[in-house]
């Protein structure tokens, strides 16, 4: 008797130890898979990835790992094969992208846009400007602190369009009144909060920003303030180990009905930080 139990203890000890190493090998394979997303700040420090990216991960089962920095580092990563998704917004650059072989295809996502922020006095008088170069100009000429991202995002590649619209030399300001940070958006607006600077800022991290002080929106609506965002597949054909059938996978639930909803019911305080217009949507 003793035998025929230790016996089927020993047949049902081995049985458990196959069904937990089975579960776990499944545990392991669910866990990797995933996909890297080279992003911004903007989509990351707004909240929009910590609402939509759930909702994702329950429908496929594929997990998504964010690297948020600015447009022009996220290019960097996505070129280097360090990313299997790139979501930035900085249209030219994306299209450069696409050209240059190191994405597949480029889709309009959402948009929202820019506004020029500063302190509610606005020593500079941008509130009388009738457009966003214009307000720099005032700014230039009032020599007030103005905090840029400096960091060639997507944000400081529209800044320094809007400046060389407004006739504005700024490389040759660097370290005067024009301070640039080398952070992202959160930490400029942080700087620019605490010097009474200005700063153009992406307007979902500006909605989201909890350190505003004395800051207020002194310049919004100007046509060249609009701030399109776009994805793309990097190119498997440029890096073969890009996990092309999940990344893909991924954008077409970003362009798709399910994902251009999730993020239109995305809001913080009541307000819609991102207005979807994917073409693919219905």
Same mark, same amino acid.
Request: net charge neutral; aromatic share 6%; hydrophobic share 40%.
């Given at each position: 008797?003793?035998?025929?139990?230790?016996?089927?203890?020993?047949?049902?000890?081995?049985?458990?130890?196959?069904?937990?190493?089975? %579960?776990?090998?499944?545990?392991?394979?669910?866990? @990797?898979? $995933?996909?890297?997303?080279?992003?911004?700040?903007?989509?990351?420090?707004?909240?929009?990835?910590? $609402?939509?990216?759930?909702?994702?991960?329950?429908?496929?089962?594929?997990?998504?790992?964010?690297?948020?920095?600015?447009?022009?580092?996220?290019?960097?990563?996505?070129?280097?094969?360090?990313?299997?998704?790139?979501?930035?917004?900085?249209?030219?650059?994306?299209?450069?992208?696409?050209?240059? *072989?190191?994405?597949v295809a480029r889709q309009d996502v959402m948009y929202n846009d820019f506004v020029i922020v500063g302190p509610k006095n606005d020593p500079a008088g941008t509130k009388?400007?009738?457009?966003?170069? @214009?307000?720099?100009?005032?700014?230039?000429?009032?020599?007030?602190?103005?905090?840029?991202?400096?960091?060639?995002?997507?944000?400081?590649?529209? @800044?320094?369009?809007?400046?060389?619209?407004?006739?504005?030399?700024?490389?040759? @300001?660097?370290?005067?009144?024009?301070?640039?940070? *080398?952070? *992202?958006?959160?930490?400029?607006?942080?700087?620019?909060?605490?010097?009474?600077?200005?700063?153009?800022?992406?307007?979902?991290?500006w909605i989201s920003f909890q350190n505003k002080g004395d800051l207020a929106i002194l310049v919004e609506g100007d046509p060249a303030l609009f701030n399109q965002y776009?994805?793309?597949?990097?190119?498997?054909?440029? $890096?073969?180990?890009?996990?092309?059938?999940? *990344?893909?996978? %991924?954008?077409?639930?970003?362009?798709?009905?399910?994902?251009?909803?999730?993020?239109?019911? %995305?809001?913080?305080?009541?307000?819609?930080?991102? %207005?979807?217009?994917?073409?693919?949507?219905?």
């Open positions: 008797m003793k035998r025929r139990s230790l016996l089927r203890l020993t047949v049902t000890t081995l049985i458990m130890a196959c069904a937990v190493g089975l %579960f776990g090998v499944t545990n392991v394979s669910g866990a @990797e898979r $995933h996909i890297v997303v080279a992003s911004t700040t903007s989509t990351e420090n707004s909240g929009l990835f910590k $609402h939509i990216l759930p909702l994702f991960e329950k429908e496929t089962g594929i997990s998504v790992r964010v690297v948020a920095v600015g447009t022009g580092q996220a290019l960097k990563l996505a070129e280097r094969g360090d990313a299997d998704v790139l979501f930035v917004h900085h249209k030219p650059s994306e299209e450069a992208f696409v050209a240059n *072989g190191f994405g009388n400007a009738e457009t966003a170069a @214009e307000a720099l100009g005032k700014i230039a000429a009032a020599q007030s602190v103005f905090a840029s991202r400096g960091d060639d995002s997507g944000t400081h590649k529209k @800044e320094r369009s809007l400046w060389k619209s407004a006739g504005v030399d700024i490389d040759a @300001e660097s370290g005067t009144w024009y301070r640039e940070t *080398g952070s *992202g958006m959160g930490a400029t607006l942080n700087t620019a909060s605490g010097l009474g600077a200005y700063a153009l800022s992406d307007r979902a991290t776009g994805i793309i597949l990097v190119n498997p054909a440029k $890096h073969p180990h890009v996990k092309a059938d999940d *990344g893909q996978r %991924f954008i077409d639930w970003v362009v798709g009905d399910a994902g251009q909803k999730a993020i239109a019911a %995305f809001k913080v305080d009541g307000q819609q930080l991102f %207005f979807p217009n994917a073409a693919s949507a219905k």
